[in-house]
């Protein structure tokens, strides 16, 4: 930006970089002082001290013509001219004048002080010097409000009053100096100064003084903005947020520009440039008239997809699936950014980048044709990852994943799957199309192979899946959210046939489902929420058989918020409504049944702990649940603490009953990271029953809900 000063006559004076928010401003120097020159005027010549006639008797005559005679001494001319007494003339000694001490002594140099030397011992060369102490005195910033920020950025006051020499006291009172008027300028104080000195007291106490004046403050003039016709009209002028008789501020004029550069590609002008700003002081309104010129560009229209890299994850076909725009309609530079964090999401990329190329060709109603070129790097494609967890009930549940990303291009995934804990263990293989033909849509088909062994059953199960979704990521948070497919379980079980003896038998059942599942989320983020809500349906009809074929249908509703108290304290509630209706308890595998109780359920009870028991008080299931958590989350920091208070019940009826609820409380803690929160909880049961656990503990990845 170019700032000019205006007198009466306009005139350039100077340029200067002058803010921290770099805000060219005007530098004004004043001239170096001279001495005035006299003009010379001959009618006020001065009379002469001898006249003419009388200074040529008084010169000494020559005697004779002869040039080598020698003239006669000064002395004697001299004694010619005195008048003569008779006798010598004493003449007085002559006197000296009082010596002036102060103007005896030697001039201090400029810009210096006299502080204690830090001279090396001739004992000890490498002796460490003592420091030299400083106090710092800010001066002259009133009602500005810059005093705090300047105190921020202080050298001297970084420098905690000590500095290894005097030199270093002086150089960093010069940059503060040079800071109080960045810091002015880019505020508007255009004509401020400031001044660094330093003071030194009888007793040897050194002081920095900052004196500042920040004279008066400008204010935006008339707002010029020089710019081709735009559509719609007015486009560039709409927004530049500026208004007249605004102050100048530097960090305001540069988010302005911003906006417009933001602005115009959104409206379809791909290569919008922003031009230099100008602003014209004047010191008589204590104005700036302010000129922006900006350079449109033609108006674009989205064409074709091109893409180069050496390595490349996949073609510009699968990128032209991926994109949300179609071709021919005008320019929009948040679908070319979507499009780019779409092909980060992949992670099949070390780097990405998309830029729009312009192609001089016509397009609809007078627009150019705008080509997007993605250039491309493919990162590795292979990736392990694990999950760690306790909880009481459950034990230690260890999860490993091995998966190449891009093993069936475009985006065909290979998943190899491990669980082993002190009560679960499997493998597992999965397929997974990302982006399967549309935007955001995934195909995943895969089979298990598993075994749980918990107080309320024992299964070997194995099976094969098949699902449609369209699910949220960390880059994209969706709104909505669904899930459908197809399962065929086949599982060994050892359930309870008979709860008054506890008589165990060995079933097998052979299990279809076909699960659909959807959601809705105005949460403000995926692993730590902080306000908004999510809901969620699932439904999946399923039919067991065992001897007898016994249809029926699971369904749960999710529903959880998120209010702010403050910045730092956010109240969670959640609830849980869930049923299996069309068949008896029995006729479903107990792996299938409903349970309540563990970490991510009603805190303070063993997993699976609550509901109906049988006459070893373990855990049979039952057809309907209800749950209920609120729970208060303070952070500090990357620290948290949580307390909490958790309800549910499982019944056997299959409308829950709402009746002989189970409360648990505890506290726990977080540990915030850069992907999620880490969780560790305690919780205790109140009115806790035989057999139940006097406390349970949890610890995990991302939140309790």
Known sequence: MIIRQAHHVRHMLGLLIATASPLPLLAQTPPPATTPSLPYDATQAEEPILPDGQFEARLPQMEGSDPAKPLPSIDSWIDQQMPSTGAAAELPPAIEPAEEQELAQPLPPLDSVTVPANVAADSDPNAKLPDVRYATRIEGFGKTGLEDEFRDAS????????????????????????????????????????????????????????????????????????????????????????????YIVATTVEGAEANVALRLPEQGYAFAKVGERDILLDPATVTGAYTLPVDTGPRGTFRKITTSGEKQAFGADHIEVIRRYKPGEIYDSRKVDDLRKALVATGLFSSVAVDPVRTNEAGPDGTEYVDLHVEQAAGPPRTLAGEVGYGT?????????????????????????????????????????????????????????????????????AGLNIS??????PIFQKRWTYTYGAEILLSNEQTTIDPATG???????????????????????????????????????????????????????????????????????????????????????????????????????????????????????????????????????????????????????????????????????????????????????????????????????????
């Open 503 to 705: 008589q165990n038998k060995r079933l097998t059942y052979f299990i279809g489902a076909l699960p659909v599942q959807v959601g809705y989320d105005r949460s403000d983020d995926l692993l730590n929420p902080t306000k908004g809500f999510r809901a969620s349906v699932r439904v999946s009809p399923e039919a067991s058989l065992q001897g007898n074929v016994s249809p029926y249908v699971r369904g749960t509703f999710d529903l959880t918020g998120y209010y702010p108290v403050s910045d730092s304290l956010v109240i969670a509630a959640r609830t849980r409504l869930g049923t299996i209706s069309g068949v008896s308890r029995d006729d479903v595998a107990p792996s299938r049944r409903i349970y309540a109780g563990g970490g991510g359920s009603v805190r303070g009870y063993g997993y699976q702990e609550l509901g109906p028991k049988d006459v070893n008080n373990d855990p049979i299931g039952g057809r309907s649940v209800n749950e209920f958590a609120v729970e208060g989350r303070y952070r500090f920091g990357n620290y948290g603490a949580v307390a909490f208070v958790d309800a549910g019940q499982v019944y056997n009826s299959a409308i829950p009953k709402f009746s002989d609820m189970r409360y648990g409380v505890g506290i726990g803690g977080r540990f915030y990271t850069n992907f999620g929160p880490f969780r560790a909880d305690i919780a205790m049961p109140i009115n806790r029953q035989p057999g139940e656990s006097k406390f349970a503990v949890y610890i995990g990845i991302g939140q309790a809900f």
């Open 393 to 461: 009930g459950q034990g230690f549940r260890a999860e490993g994943t091995w998966t190449h990303r891009n093993l069936f291009p475009p985006e065909g995934a290979l998943i190899a799957g491990v669980v082993a804990g002190t009560q679960e263990q499997g493998v597992s293989g999965t397929f997974r199309r990302s982006n399967a033909g549309k935007r955001d849509k995934t195909f995943q088909a895969g089979a298990l192979i598993n075994h749980q062994k918990y107080d309320a059953y024992e299964a070997f199960t």
């Open 468 to 473: 449609w979704a369209r699910q949220s990521t």
């Open 155 to 246: 050298a001297l006051i970084d420098g905690d009053g000590k500095a290894e020499t005097a030199a270093m006291v002086q150089a960093r009172a010069q940059e503060d100096e040079k800071l109080a008027v960045r810091l002015f300028y880019s505020e508007g104080y255009y004509d401020a100064t400031a001044l660094a000195s330093l003071d030194q007291t009888g007793d040897g106490t050194l002081t920095a003084v900052i004196s500042v004046t920040p004279g008066k403050r400008y204010k935006l003039g008339d707002i010029i903005v020089q710019a081709g016709p735009t559509v719609p009209p007015g486009l560039v002028r709409d927004s530049l947020p500026l208004k007249t008789g605004d």
